[in-house]
């Protein structure tokens, strides 16, 4: 009878050590998948920005993604008035919403089909990868005019989609009929505001300055958002790869701000420059140098309004 439970007993702890070591060399399994997963993840990962580094400096824009900037509008009331939310049969130049519309519009217009940069060294033409969206959530019951939003006050602003947006205010600051353009940007690291001034008086008094200045404007500052300094910046780094600063600035060598207001110190506007970052009338050009750092940094970036679209999908 001892002899039966001492062989009972070895037998039962040799199942247990079976048990465990079972179950050790399963969790081990297991362990060691996941490990591998992580790995073969981190390493994707890796080599998606690899791939995607290589492509941006070979300009091979045909196996990059695309990227949509989801934005909001806000429309300012000022002493001199502001623009008014009406249906799309308004046909009226404050009509807000119809000139969000075009803004946008010729804002995209811009980003699909960059031109020749008539004072850069070397030419980035065609399109930017990058398009510019209204961004609304349907299941928002507030949000009834679609991303457009009308305030007394910049103070009573309310921000419904927060971070998840780039928050675009119209305000005009000047007197009536001064019809000056004028835009400013919140900083360099993708930051989301910016905004755009006197585009309410351009418009009911039929100035000079309609949606589609406006739209060059908005491509300046986000340019500066997204990581780029004034085209005629002493330190711009691009300027000894493709950039001619002394020309961009057209009336000293250069200018010393990243993206301040140049106060007079370069004159861009006789230059003949048309580029983004520079002060001319139609900011539509990019050198390849401007674009691969406007790209890398949007492609590196973690701002919750940039939208990144596989590179197979097509282009709007």
């Not at 995209?108 to 959530?137: C, H, P, W």
């Not at 001619?244 to 007079?264: H, L, M, Q, T, V």
Request: hydrophobic share 35%; glycine share 6%; net charge neutral.
């Amino acid at each position: 009878m001892n002899l039966f439970l001492i062989n009972l007993k070895l037998l039962l702890f040799s199942i247990s050590i079976i048990c465990v070591l079972f179950i050790n060399v399963n969790c081990f399994h297991k362990t060691n998948t996941l490990q591998k997963q992580q790995s073969s993840s981190s390493s994707s990962i890796q080599q998606d920005s690899l791939d995607l580094i290589t492509n941006i400096n070979n300009l091979d824009t045909a196996k990059l993604p695309r990227y949509t900037i989801r934005v909001n509008i806000h429309y300012i009331h000022s002493a001199n008035g502001g623009f008014h939310n009406g249906p799309p049969s308004d046909e009226q130049v404050t009509n807000g919403n119809t000139w969000a519309l075009r803004l946008i519009n010729h804002i995209n217009s811009i980003l699909k089909d960059l031109q020749y940069s008539a004072t850069s060294k070397a030419q980035f033409l065609g399109d930017s990868r990058m398009r510019v969206e209204l961004y609304s959530d349907p299941l928002q019951s507030s949000d009834s005019t679609h991303g457009v939003w009308y305030w007394k006050s910049k103070d009573q602003c309310k921000y419904l989609y927060g971070d998840s947006v780039l928050h675009i205010f119209i305000v005009d600051y000047d007197q009536n009929k001064d019809c000056n353009l004028k835009g400013y940007a919140c900083g360099l690291d993708f930051c989301n505001e910016l905004v755009l001034q006197d585009a309410y008086d351009n418009a009911l008094n039929q100035c000079i300055f309609g949606w589609w200045s406006f739209a060059s404007l908005f491509c300046h500052e986000m340019g500066h958002i997204m990581g780029l300094c004034h085209s005629f910046y002493c330190d711009n780094e691009c300027k000894d790869v493709d950039l001619d600063i002394a020309r961009e600035c057209n009336k000293n060598p250069c200018y010393s701000d990243c993206g301040g207001p140049n106060s007079g110190f370069c004159n861009n506007w006789p230059s003949g420059s048309n580029n983004m970052m520079g002060y001319n009338a139609n900011q539509n050009a990019l050198s390849p140098c401007q674009w691969k750092k406007l790209f890398t940094n949007l492609v590196f970036t973690k701002a919750k309004y940039v939208v990144r679209h596989d590179f197979k999908e097509i282009l709007r």
